[in-house]
């Protein structure tokens, strides 16, 4: 046949080497995976330091081993790793559980210190090598951003004050359960020259300057109410959770009150009630239940 699945391999932004789900076609090879059970595919394409989505990231041995592809090849095969979680963990078929497919932009903009999900698709920035590296390097950031396409599709938490913290603070936890090695956001990618940091930490909220009390709850009109400052609050509490009942009960408990209790108005209050109907549903109001209740206690929302 002149075109179908292949396996392709190449080096990630950390330089360790990875195979990849590729696809040839007419005399190249995609970073375009048709391995899993989707309606569509995972796809990643190129910016070329452009502001658009780009055309597909492709090489002409299967072999994506030059470091102008590192970024591409982590977008790519971190992509499926997070598709992967969500299908096998919590039965979910990519982020609108219809299937869907999962396209990523690499190489966006220059020196660009950021990653996000625009509504339709992944996008990372190279970083400008002083504050970060190329971001989707680093999975927990990768199950982050397609954790916010997953959010918008379900409690679909209005991105402001409150709610908005909640949506950030679910992106963290989930990009904890995903990669599960710390309770460090981003240390992968962020400042290479300064080793042991991070960009947040849900252990220790205030290590990076967020809260991990209401009592500190951080009021600003900038970064859309801080968003990015009061997601501490949850995360504590998430790690609170975490910590008491372990992960394999909580990630079952976050799942089922993002997609089932929470709203899109959802303040950190209705967060607790919404994670104490879902641990009641799952385990019951036993040692689960008072857990929750003390993990929320602890951070001083009732
Ligand atoms: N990296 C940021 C985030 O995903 C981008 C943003 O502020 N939306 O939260
Ligand atoms: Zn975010
Ligand atoms: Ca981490």
Redesign the pocket.
């Given at each position: 046949v002149t075109h179908g699945a292949t396996s392709g391999y190449g080096y990630g932004v950390l330089g360790d080497y990875k195979t990849l789900n590729t696809y040839y076609y007419n005399g190249w090879y995609y970073l375009y995976d048709v391995t899993k059970p989707m309606n569509g595919v995972i796809e990643t394409r190129d910016a070329n330091n452009g502001t658009t989505q780009g055309g597909y990231s492709v090489d002409s041995n299967n072999a994506f081993t030059s470091s102008g592809q590192a970024a591409d090849v982590d977008a790519h095969k971190y992509a499926g790793i997070v598709y992967d979680y969500y299908y096998n963990t919590h039965n979910r078929n990519s982020f609108d559980n219809a299937g869907s497919t999962i396209i990523s932009t690499v190489h966006y903009s220059t020196n660009y210190n950021n990653a996000f999900w625009n509504g339709n698709q992944m996008v990372y920035g190279d970083g400008d090598g002083t504050t970060f590296i190329a971001l989707s390097g680093a999975l927990?950031v990768v199950a982050h951003e397609l954790t916010h396409a997953v959010t918008e599709r379900t409690a679909g938490l209005i991105y402001q004050d409150q709610s908005g913290a909640l949506n950030e603070s679910m992106s963290d936890v989930f990009?904890?359960f995903v990669?599960p090695?710390?309770y460090?956001?981003?240390?992968d990618v962020y400042t290479p020259g300064i080793s042991g940091d991070?960009l947040r930490s849900i252990s220790d909220p205030t290590a990076y300057g967020q809260p991990d009390h209401m009592n500190d709850y951080y009021y600003t009109s900038s970064d859309n109410g801080g968003v990015h400052t009061n997601s501490g609050i949850p995360n504590k509490a998430a790690y609170n959770t975490i910590v008491s009942i372990g992960k394999t009960k909580a990630e079952k408990i976050y799942y089922r009150a993002l997609t089932v209790y929470l709203t899109s108005s959802s303040d950190f209050s209705d967060a607790r009630a919404a994670l104490l109907s879902s641990t009641a549903d799952l385990y019951g109001y036993g040692t689960e239940y008072t857990a929750v209740e003390n993990a929320w206690d602890a951070v001083g929302v009732y």
């Amino acid at each position: 046949v002149t075109h179908g699945a292949t396996s392709g391999y190449g080096y990630g932004v950390l330089g360790d080497y990875k195979t990849l789900n590729t696809y040839y076609y007419n005399g190249w090879y995609y970073l375009y995976d048709v391995t899993k059970p989707m309606n569509g595919v995972i796809e990643t394409r190129d910016a070329n330091n452009g502001t658009t989505q780009g055309g597909y990231s492709v090489d002409s041995n299967n072999a994506f081993t030059s470091s102008g592809q590192a970024a591409d090849v982590d977008a790519h095969k971190y992509a499926g790793i997070v598709y992967d979680y969500y299908y096998n963990t919590h039965n979910r078929n990519s982020f609108d559980n219809a299937g869907s497919t999962i396209i990523s932009t690499v190489h966006y903009s220059t020196n660009y210190n950021n990653a996000f999900w625009n509504g339709n698709q992944m996008v990372y920035g190279d970083g400008d090598g002083t504050t970060f590296i190329a971001l989707s390097g680093a999975l927990d950031v990768v199950a982050h951003e397609l954790t916010h396409a997953v959010t918008e599709r379900t409690a679909g938490l209005i991105y402001q004050d409150q709610s908005g913290a909640l949506n950030e603070s679910m992106s963290d936890v989930f990009g904890y359960f995903v990669e599960p090695n710390d309770y460090l956001m981003g240390e992968d990618v962020y400042t290479p020259g300064i080793s042991g940091d991070a960009l947040r930490s849900i252990s220790d909220p205030t290590a990076y300057g967020q809260p991990d009390h209401m009592n500190d709850y951080y009021y600003t009109s900038s970064d859309n109410g801080g968003v990015h400052t009061n997601s501490g609050i949850p995360n504590k509490a998430a790690y609170n959770t975490i910590v008491s009942i372990g992960k394999t009960k909580a990630e079952k408990i976050y799942y089922r009150a993002l997609t089932v209790y929470l709203t899109s108005s959802s303040d950190f209050s209705d967060a607790r009630a919404a994670l104490l109907s879902s641990t009641a549903d799952l385990y019951g109001y036993g040692t689960e239940y008072t857990a929750v209740e003390n993990a929320w206690d602890a951070v001083g929302v009732y």
